[in-house]
């Protein structure tokens, strides 16, 4: 299972059984290489398989298959992402339910319970004003800098991190924390200090993150076996 392709179709269909599908649209890619990186067409993130992925250089052009199905438009600000941030090996962006209600307000996801600590400072807000493409690379790589969170005012989020595995974990807890933000807020709760977060940062980012990955492939090889005999 070390085919980039796999792990691309075991990412979305994670990210579909933790709440964070995004109908046909959304992007899960990931860096291919210097010279570009990859992805899916438009489909549902449970149907993906590891055929379906495609490999498309920085300036959106198919590598390997000319014919290749149509990938969203909107993949162009991955290409600007990836160039402008070495560092960064997977975008994952996503229209998860309480991602998206929250990003309707101008407030970043608070930090009211242990796993949100992993976007503490790490959050970035980009709105778009309708004068200029909503999805604009250059615009959006700004806003982000060199957190890991953008949420997209009315519209999504972006997330960003160095590995596929570690992205997929990030966006689950982000709709997770989004869920607790909105209900803890309704009831009046306190966030957790900015020192015990930045403390819980750190445990969460190696305790937690590579743990979780593994724990969702486990369940991911019970609920979707077809996926796993494609890979073998």
Request: glycine share 0%; net charge positive.
């Given at each position: 299972m070390n085919d980039i392709r796999f792990t691309l179709a075991a990412s979305r269909r994670i990210l579909y059984r933790n709440g964070c599908d995004s109908a046909v649209a959304g992007h899960v890619t990931a860096r291919a290489g210097s010279d570009g990186f990859w992805m899916t067409p438009f489909e549902y993130f449970d149907e993906t398989t590891p055929d379906r992925a495609i490999r498309l250089r920085w300036d959106l052009v198919p590598t390997d298959d000319p014919?290749?199905?149509?990938?969203?438009?909107?993949?162009?600000?991955?290409?600007?992402?990836?160039?402008?941030?070495?560092d960064v090996g997977a975008i994952i962006h996503i229209h998860s339910h309480f991602v998206s209600v929250l990003v309707s307000t101008d407030r970043n996801v608070g930090i009211f319970n242990v796993g949100a600590a992993l976007f503490?400072?790490?959050?970035?807000q980009y709105v778009d004003d309708g004068e200029q493409p909503s999805v604009d690379g250059n615009r959006m790589a700004d806003c982000l800098g060199q957190r890991s969170v953008l949420l997209m005012r009315n519209h999504g989020a972006l997330v960003v991190a160095d590995t596929l595995e570690n992205a997929t974990v990030l966006a689950m807890m982000l709709e997770k924390s989004a869920r607790y933000d909105i209900e803890c807020r309704a009831i009046g709760g306190n966030e957790i200090a900015d020192a015990e977060a930045r403390r819980l940062k750190g445990q969460y980012h190696r305790y937690f993150l590579p743990q979780m990955w593994e724990a969702n492939l486990r369940r991911l090889r019970v609920s979707d076996p077809g996926l796993f005999e494609i890979e073998s």
């Open positions: 014919h290749a199905p149509a990938s969203s438009p909107a993949s162009a600000f991955h290409s600007v992402i990836y160039r402008r941030r070495p503490h400072d790490e959050q970035a």
